[in-house]
């Protein structure tokens, strides 16, 4: 059969650990063997990262800019633990942090389903897409502990004119302190993008914050969700029969259990966070949860939402069989190759993604699985396979995919 060509290149971002190894097999016996793979290399690995300053994942960041669309791997964001353990220069700061600032995006993550595995919310009954706002707060933000007795105050200097000062504390002892930031342009983007993509997939879009509280900071998100809303999506969803809804976080999360799922819920960065990983487990595995970040001005970053699965990994070295599930991975490969083909009219490209990723589904719902999946699984018994044989499988059934369609 003869391979499938690409036009141009897609931004591959090594990693580490597991995934890294993970990363290696799912090209060598899902990719290569189909797809002419163009790719421009980076390697995120944190050995590299730490030899260049870090320089790399600028550079692989840009390289997103420039062509649009790239897919990553796992990465280590180090800790003082892993400074020591890699003899790193400094503790670096995340890949994924560095490159969501640069591209100024929205992260958008979706679990992906299996008919053996049913949530553990029992109304849910259709996805839960969260999408994260993936720019500023804490993620971004100055901190400082203070060891000692001082005032704490915000001070804004503009530069047309005299400092606003703020009093936030006079501490008598010591305590902590935190500066967050966001931006309008960020926010407008990262609205637009939600919008766009509740269009797109017809669903209803949830959008919470705590504007009660956050009389300043979560109130201006609040307020120009609503000013993009009226102005430019108000009618476009209106047609197409779907719903902006507006809550305070707390009513959002209580809703959300009680829902029957199939909408977009749309988090700023530290909700997205943590209900992130929530929702996926409560679907099934983080291990299931597909993730891509949107820039606004249309770039796409392609990953898996979990990390690096450290674990695995160390039972890997000390040469024990490990049972990690690549699926997530996998699927980070097929939205990217997707999204390259319909970006440069390659239909080719896309229906080989699509028929991998059924191929995936198919050996999950025959009950070839990994460790993690095998005890959610209901109504089948499950056959547990090691990290290699499952790509494998997905291989074989590849394989039938692309025959039987070619037929
Ligand atoms: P993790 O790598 O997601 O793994 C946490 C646990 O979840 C694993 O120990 C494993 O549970 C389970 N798990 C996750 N992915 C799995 C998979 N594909 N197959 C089977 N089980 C899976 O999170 P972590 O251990 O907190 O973090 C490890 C490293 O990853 C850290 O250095 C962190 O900085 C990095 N990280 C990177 C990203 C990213 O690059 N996007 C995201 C998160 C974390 P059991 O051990 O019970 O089997
Ligand atoms: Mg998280």
Redesign the pocket.
């Known amino acids: 059969m003869e391979k499938i060509r690409m036009t141009t290149p897609l931004v591959e971002m090594d ?3 597991m ?1 890294r190894i993970l990363w290696e097999l799912i090209k060598e016996e899902l990719l290569a063997p189909f797809v002419d793979l163009k790719t421009e290399y980076y390697d995120l690995g944190l050995a590299r990262r730490d030899e260049t300053d870090d320089q790399i994942t600028v550079d692989a960041a840009k390289a997103i800019e420039k062509y649009g669309v790239g897919v ?1 791997c ?4 180090p800790n003082a633990q ?1 400074v020591e353990e890699y003899g790193l220069k400094k503790m670096w700061r ?3 942090g560095t490159i969501r600032g640069i591209l100024d995006g929205t992260v958008l993550r979706a679990p992906i389903l299996i008919d053996c595995i049913k949530p553990s919310v029992r109304t849910w009954e259709k996805p839960i897409t969260i999408a994260r706002h993936a720019y500023g707060d804490i993620y971004s933000a100055q901190e400082l502990r203070v060891t000692e007795p001082g005032k704490a105050q915000l001070v804004f200097t503009p530069r047309s004119g005299a400092p606003i000062t703020l009093d936030i504390q006079d501490f008598d002892g010591p305590g902590v302190l935190q500066a967050n930031y966001n931006k309008d342009d960020s926010i407008l983007a990262f609205a637009r993008v939600c919008f766009n993509y509740a269009l797109e997939t017809k669903q209803d879009m949830w959008f919470a914050t705590k504007d009660t509280i956050s009389k300043q900071y979560d109130q201006t998100f609040k307020l120009l969700f609503q000013e993009v809303y009226d102005k430019e999506y108000k009618e476009a969803f209106e047609q197409a029969g779907i719903e902006y809804f507006y809550t305070l976080i707390d009513d959002a999360v209580a809703r959300v259990i009680r829902s029957k799922g199939g909408f977009l819920w749309v988090c700023k960065n530290y909700d997205g966070d943590v209900m992130s990983d929530m929702v996926s487990t409560a679907f099934g ?3 299931m949860m597909t993730s891509v970040l949107v820039s606004p001005n249309g770039k796409y970053e392609y ?10 990994y160390y039972k890997h070295l000390a040469g024990e069989e490990t ?4 699926v ?2 996998i699927f980070a490969w097929t939205g990217a190759l997707k999204k390259r083909g319909e970006l440069d009219g390659i239909g080719e490209l896309v229906r080989f993604a699509e028929r991998l990723e059924a191929a995936c589904i198919r050996t999950l719902e025959e009950g070839i699985m ?3 999946l095998a005890g959610l699984c209901e109504g089948i018994t499950p056959t547990v396979v090691n990290s290699t044989q499952i790509i494998l499988e997905i291989r074989k059934r590849l394989e039938e995919e692309l025959a039987c369609r070619a037929c």
């Open positions: 990693g580490d650990e995934t990553k796992a990465t280590i964001t892993r995340s890949p994924n595995s983080l291990a990953e898996a939402a979990h990390g690096t699965v450290t674990r695995h049972s990690t599930n690549p997530a991975t990994t460790k993690d």
